[in-house]
Structures are given as C-alpha cells and as structure tokens.
C-alpha cells in the first residue's frame, strides 16, 4: 500500500498524504474542504459556483494534477451556508478501464465512503467490489494481501455491473439516502457534471455517481 500511496501522490499532486475520511451528516462545505478526502485527491475548485433555487448553489472539484483533470470532477450543492446537501462525482469511463483504473477505483470507493459516513449494509458489497484492486485492469499493482483476507462480498445492488459498464443505471434508496448511478453516451464534460446529459461521440461514455437525501434536489438530471 506504500507503493500506492507514492503513486497516487505523484500523480494526483499531493503534496501531503492523508487518510480520506468520511464527514459528519450536514458537513459544512469549507469543513469539508480541510477533510482527508478532499486533500488525499488534491481535489480543487474548477470552476465558479453555479446558482441554484432556493440559495442554493453547486461547486465543482477536480484533482490539481495534469494527469486525471480531465478525468474527474466532483460536484458538491451547498445550501446558502454552506452545508452539504447532496454530491456527484463523474468519472470517464476511459479512466475506470484504462491502464489507471485502480486510481479510479480508489476515488469512487473514497467517494462513496466520504458521502454516505453511515453506509447502508446493502452497499457494502459495491463498496467492496470497487475496492478491489484485484479486479482492475490496465497497470499492475502489487499489493500484500494476508492469506486469509476475505474476498469482496458479493454486490446486490447491481451497481456494480453499472461501474464496470455492464448496465446502464441503478437507482436505489437506502435508510433515507438514494444513490444513482448512470452511465451517460458522450465525451466526459469540461466542467458542470451535475448539468451534463447524453451527447457526443456515441462511441464514449461516462459514469456519474449521485447521493443525496431522498427525492429530487436543483439541478438534478
């Protein structure tokens, strides 16, 4: 896990490691800023916050480092003080199958924990499964796993098949969270991934992951 961490530091532009750490339920937007899981993926403001209704407003973070910019970008809806009231996180497809795919694992699962800090037992099998390393493609990397480590327990969200492209979309609500996830056709956004719908070239896609309380909230496609 040493080799990892030095990896990640590299090319995410960490210039400190830290542990990623879930927040407390109605964290506040500049708390969260200073947590591990925005310093471990040097996660930074990409773009000006968008209005929404209600005083609301989403703010848009992408990790600081050349290589996975374009790759990622993490949407964050505060209301107007600040407090978190749901997330997305896009990820290029090309990234979670590419010679890089234990980093997008690792962001995905490091997402999943930091916005549901109290995960319903159903999603711990996807949470699981995207953390496993073992599953990834493109670059190896080799991990020291005791002998008797338990394998992943198996997914009954079906949200795994979406993350490895096998499905299009899951939706499902758990303990008064609901967690999307989609795969949309097109090229990943330049910016605003909580806007961002079907477009081009068809040959493209990416995944989105939404979390936020039950029901709808502004700006959600």
């Known amino acids: 896990m040493k080799l990892l961490s030095r990896v990640l530091s590299t090319l995410l532009g960490i210039g400190a490691v830290a542990v990623a750490s879930a927040p407390a339920p109605a964290a506040d937007l500049p708390t969260e800023l200073k947590s591990g899981f925005f310093q471990w993926f ?8 968008v209005a929404a209704e209600n005083g609301q407003s989403w703010q848009c973070f992408r990790p600081s480092g050349d290589s996975f910019h374009t790759l990622v970008e993490l949407d964050v809806l505060t209301n107007a003080k600040g407090v978190v009231l749901a997330s997305q996180l896009g990820l290029d497809r090309a990234f979670i199958e590419g010679r890089n795919a234990p980093f997008a694992r690792d962001i995905a699962k490091s997402y999943l924990g ?3 800090p109290k995960l319903p037992w159903e999603f711990t099998g996807l ?6 390393l073992s599953q990834a493609g493109g670059m190896t990397i080799i991990i020291h796993r005791d002998d008797g480590a338990r394998p992943p327990d198996p997914d009954v969200t079906g949200g ?3 993350f490895k492209g096998i499905a299009e979309k899951i939706a499902l609500t758990r303990q008064g ?45």
């Open 42 to 49: 040097h996660l930074t403001e990409s773009c000006p916050p």
């Open 160 to 162: 795994y098949d979406v």
């Open 114 to 116: 930091w916005a549901m």
């Open 127 to 132: 949470v699981q499964n995207i953390a496993d």
């Open 177 to 221: 969270v609901t967690l999307t996830m989609t795969n949309i056709p097109g090229a990943f956004p330049a910016q605003h991934v909580f806007a961002a719908g079907a477009g081009m070239p068809r040959d493209k896609r990416w995944l989105r992951f939404t979390v936020q309380p039950s029901g709808k909230f502004p700006g959600s496609n």
